[in-house]
């Protein structure tokens, strides 16, 4: 069970609450950053709350957010086709996996990246955290969340008394950053995912983690095989389940991606019920 002072840590690192003054300031300038520009100010992301919003008023079934449901699966690029090379990575161990990652050519992503990502934390996390695909930052330092919405991820860890390592592994659903013509970043396409997902597979059997929290539409609809156009609000607000290799059930639950929260910081209300039910499942489970 979610306890009051988990609550109150968490709105306090999520920066919720019913007053939104500092945000309007800043808003114009954060809808106008792209997923992985420069940090903010981490004070920027906090504000003073005086009441802990309940579930009822949090959790209703609103309408998806134009802002993030307008985003194209593929915002309009189509990635070259490439012939995919498919890894049999089913039995290796954590070392040799990385290694592979490391000089992966499957798609074209490859061509362009400065590292690989292949995720970080502890190998054997309770919780599973899973983005998109590397940005501009991750792909010049080699790991996950590391940019402006990995500041907003860490605050998340936090509000959940957790932090990066031990008990917490971060991955995204390609682990080579996707950019457009313009050299922006963009969310990966089918074929990227595909070509990339048995190392996400692989992970997943070795972690073998009690939660997975998918981070955004493009992780959620991916990693549920369900409709690439399924709306995220569509598909948070439940346990829903991903099915290993093996044949295992782990909960997974969907909730907007840092970068989006950072566009419509009003959304981490949401985001914080999705985690509280995200700590629900996993205490069920322990
Ligand atoms: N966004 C993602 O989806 N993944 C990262 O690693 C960073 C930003």
Redesign the pocket.
């Known amino acids: 069970m979610t306890t009051m002072r988990h609550r109150s840590a968490f709105v306090r690192e999520m920066g919720l609450g019913p007053v939104w003054k500092l945000r309007e300031q800043a808003e114009e300038e954060v809808i106008s950053t792209e ?2 520009e420069p940090v903010q100010d981490d004070t920027q992301m906090r504000h003073d709350f005086a009441e802990v919003p309940s579930m009822a008023e949090t959790f209703s079934a609103d309408a998806p957010p134009a802002f993030f449901d307008e985003i194209p699966w593929d915002e309009g690029v189509v990635a070259e086709e490439q012939p995919t090379t498919v890894h049999n990575v089913a039995n290796m161990e954590w070392d040799e996996l990385e290694q592979v990652m490391l000089q992966c050519t499957a798609c074209g992503l490859c061509e362009k990246r400065t590292q690989v ?1 292949p995720g970080a934390g502890g190998r054997k996390a309770s919780w599973l955290f899973i ?5 501009f930052y ?1 792909d010049q330092q080699g790991k ?2 590391v ?1 402006a ?2 500041k907003l991820l860490d605050n998340m860890f936090r509000a959940m008394q957790l932090k990066r390592g031990d008990d917490v592994f971060i991955t ?1 659903i390609v682990k080579c950053r996707p950019t457009d013509e313009k050299g922006k970043d963009r969310p990966p396409s089918l074929d990227e995912a595909k070509a990339c997902r048995p190392f996400l597979d692989r992970q997943i059997t070795l972690i073998q983690p009690e939660v997975i929290v998918a ?2 539409r493009t992780a959620a609809t991916m990693l549920l095989n369900t409709e690439a156009q399924a709306s995220l609000a569509s598909l948070r607000g439940k346990v829903h389940a991903y099915r290993t290799l093996e044949g295992l059930d782990v909960p997974l639950i969907a909730t907007y ?1 840092p ?1 989006y929260l950072l566009r419509q910081p009003v959304e981490k209300r949401k985001v914080w019920v999705d985690l509280c039910l995200a700590m629900q499942e996993k205490a069920l489970r322990a």
Not at 131 to 135: L, V
Request: net charge negative; proline share 11%; aromatic share 6%.
């Open positions: 997923r992985h990502v983005g998109e695909g590397p940005g991750e996950p969340f940019g919405s990995g995204n981070l955004g991606h970068a």
